[in-house]
């Protein structure tokens, strides 16, 4: 009986030592399949295949070069249009934001007198936007050398915009851009009858100190290079605003026709 007892009071015991030892082997085996896994897993990813982490490097890579390409092409667009005059070529500058300086302005109003034809002129503006001008008026249309600014300023006071330049190197991809805007200005019905689109002259202007410039009765635009949106805006609000509104006739003037230094 006290045998018996003593078996009794022992057998706790051991089933206590014996669910230890289970756990501790059950942990151990855990411990050991987590370690194997983890092994297997950055075996995988950095042995047979590309590493998470160069596998990140390497989009970061391509990114990297993605947005450098990008961004150099778009400073090169900038700078090239900045270079070569502006937003002319692209364009797409002058949609996000013009790089173009352009200066706006409503100018007092000079007397409109008629003087001779090819007599020299001072105005007050430059270019000019009204005053003394030739009693001969230039026909609108695109011209290839230098109008007499007393003949196209007589334009202006029936109402015409001009678009002038001064390239001294030449520009005649932007010339093209904005014949090509021109050309897109809607229908003006008051030029119809006179079988004209529209009431606009494009001439190169050797005396002007910007680049591009345009002009109406009272008003200027002058801006470093082109810019087509503010041109458009320009022209619509300003053309047919001359004190006498009159779209047709004009001469179609000619350079070999000319008076040898005409206005100067």
């Known amino acids: 009986m006290p045998s018996f007892a003593r078996h009794v009071r022992r057998a706790p015991a051991l089933t206590f030592a014996v669910s230890i030892f289970a756990v501790l082997t059950a942990c151990s085996s855990s411990d050991s399949d987590a370690s194997n896994d983890s092994s297997n897993a950055t075996g995988s990813s950095g042995g047979n295949g590309p590493s998470s982490s160069d596998t990140a490097n390497s989009d970061s890579a391509t990114t990297g070069g993605t947005t450098d390409q990008g961004s150099t092409a778009a400073t090169g667009t900038a700078s090239g249009g900045t270079a070569s005059g502006g937003t002319a070529s692209g364009g797409a500058a002058g949609a996000a934001g013009s790089v173009c300086a352009i200066d706006v302005a409503?100018?007092?109003?000079?007397?409109?007198?008629?003087?001779?034809?090819?007599?020299?002129?001072?105005?007050?503006?430059?270019?000019?936007?009204?005053?003394?001008?030739?009693?001969?008026?230039?026909?609108?249309?695109?011209?290839?050398?230098?109008?007499?600014?007393?003949?196209?300023?007589?334009?202006?006071?029936?109402?015409?915009?001009?678009?002038?330049?001064?390239?001294?190197?030449?520009?005649?991809?932007?010339?093209?851009?904005?014949?090509?805007?021109?050309?897109?200005?809607?229908?003006?019905?008051?030029?119809?009858?006179?079988?004209?689109?529209?009431?606009?002259?494009?001439?190169?202007?050797?005396?002007?100190?910007?680049?591009?410039?345009?002009?109406?009765w009272g008003h200027t635009l002058r801006a470093d290079c082109v810019d087509e949106t503010a041109f458009e805006e320009f022209y619509e609000s300003n053309v047919a605003h001359g004190p006498e509104d009159i779209c047709g006739g004009g001469a179609a003037l000619t350079e070999a026709a000319l008076a040898p230094n005409c206005g100067e």
Do not use: K, M
């Open 106 to 216: 409503s100018h007092a109003l000079d007397p409109a007198i008629h003087v001779t034809e090819c007599s020299h002129i001072d105005y007050s503006s430059n270019p000019p936007s009204s005053g003394r001008h030739y009693d001969v008026w230039a026909f609108y249309q695109t011209y290839d050398f230098p109008i007499p600014r007393g003949y196209w300023v007589h334009s202006l006071e029936h109402g015409a915009v001009v678009f002038s330049y001064n390239c001294p190197e030449g520009c005649p991809d932007e010339v093209a851009q904005v014949e090509s805007l021109i050309a897109s200005l809607p229908v003006d019905p008051r030029c119809v009858p006179y079988d004209l689109d529209r009431q606009v002259i494009l001439t190169p202007d050797p005396l002007l100190d910007t680049r591009w410039a345009l002009s109406s």
